[in-house]
């Protein structure tokens, strides 16, 4: 089953070019809170607030800004042998679409776009997509299976690629938890 899931989304991907992507290792998490489905709503509506939550992580993160559904920063770390400073804007596309997940579940598919990002970012890593199927188990608690892709630039090359790779994908784990922060905030 999660084969045709994983395959849905790439078929997502691949539909609207034929570029290539790296798998990122699917996981599921759970949310417990009260009337968590509504929540969830709000906060998928306010990606703003998801975004505020958000901490990159990866190097020095410095001028951190967020307008609506986009948040840029500029972050300093190791590229090969230099202590190199990039820009990185990530603009943030989420629709519902539960035809993704199995007939209980509701499906959200999360784009984040990072044009507009320094060319050591975009030029290797076009975007990040995944989505989300939730399960509601209870009134008060939900499970969520989450898969993605991070979708290779046109200018991939190694060993910078492998690194603007390995900074992007880093950012899937804090940006759950924002989501998790903002869902158990809404009142």
């Not at 804007?89 to 989420?94: A, L, P, Q, S, Y």
């Not at 188990?137 to 898969?147: F, L, P, W, Y």
């Not at 993605?148 to 759950?176: H, M």
């Amino acid at each position: 089953m999660k084969t045709i899931y994983f395959l849905t989304l790439l078929l997502f991907v691949f539909g609207t070019s034929a570029a290539e992507v790296f798998t990122i290792k699917p996981f599921a998490i759970s949310i417990q809170a009260p009337n968590v489905m509504k929540k969830i709503e709000v906060a998928i509506e306010n990606p703003e607030g998801v975004l505020r939550r958000y901490t990159p992580v990866g190097g020095k993160i410095k001028n951190k800004e967020v307008s609506r559904n986009q948040v840029s920063f500029d972050m300093t770390k190791k590229v090969l042998i230099l202590n190199t400073t990039f820009s990185v804007k990530i603009t943030i596309d989420i629709k519902a679409n539960d035809k993704i997940c199995p007939n209980d579940q509701t499906g959200y598919v999360y784009a984040a776009d990072l044009a507009g990002s320094d060319g050591i970012v975009y030029d290797n890593i076009d975007s990040l997509k995944f989505q989300i199927c939730i399960k509601p188990v209870s009134s008060t608690e939900v499970t969520a299976n989450v898969s993605g892709v991070l979708v290779k630039g046109r200018g991939y090359t190694e060993p910078v690629g492998s690194i603007a790779k390995n900074t992007i994908e880093d950012q899937v784990d804090p940006f759950v938890e924002a989501i998790k922060e903002e869902v158990l905030s809404t009142k």
